[in-house]
């Protein structure tokens, strides 16, 4: 009977023990549950950040090539663009790195992806019209939505291969590339629009001295 009590008694020692040690585990994969949740909210904030930085380095050099900075006295223009080059400065002073994991597989895919946008870049020049098409049908191969114009479909396949946050990327490259074209073309148009003005003008006048 005494032996049965002992028995007894070790048993719920034994219980005692699992059970602190399983209410023990249970607190630390809580606590690694909510890290985890933090990380992922650092990463987000830290991508954010990078994106800033991304647009308002555009928007600092769409201004120092926009059509009005070409229309101001030489003097405001040397001053706006001071101004513009000390914003561009500090904005490069911030440095976030945010690293995306990927497989062999997804690095592999990341490089092809990364060459095919960097030929047809290198094309501008060449061909602007051409390029922005190009542009266009890969970033149709971006988009979940229904394009709007034909989809490269071998970009498309390498994109899928991707990491989830490298296929961000490249849609948020190929953006950018298309505005820049866009604004581009605003700027060339405008600018034949005031050749073109200035020599009816000029011609008015030769006509006008001549009559």
Known sequence: MAQAKINAKANEGRFCRSSSMADRSSRLLESLDQLELRVEALREAATAVEQEKEILLEMIHSIQNSQDMRQISDGEREELNLTANRL??????????????????????????????????????????????????????????????????????????????????????????????????????????????????????????FN
């Open 88 to 209: 561009m400065g500090r904005t490069l002073t911030v440095e976030v790195s945010v690293e995306t994991i990927r497989n062999p597989q997804q690095q592999e895919s990341l490089k092809h992806a990364t060459r095919i946008i960097d030929d047809v870049v290198n094309k501008f020049l060449d061909d602007l019209g051409n390029a922005k098409s190009h542009l266009m049908s890969l970033y149709s191969a971006c988009s979940s939505e229904l394009p709007p114009g034909p989809v490269d479909q071998k970009f498309q396949s390498i994109v899928i291969g991707c990491a989830l946050e490298d296929q961000k990327k490249i849609k948020r490259r190929l953006e950018t590339l298309l505005r820049n074209i866009e604004n581009s073309d605003k700027a060339i148009k405008l600018l034949e629009h005031s050749k073109g003005a200035s020599s009816k003008t000029l011609q008015q006048n030769a006509e006008s001295t």
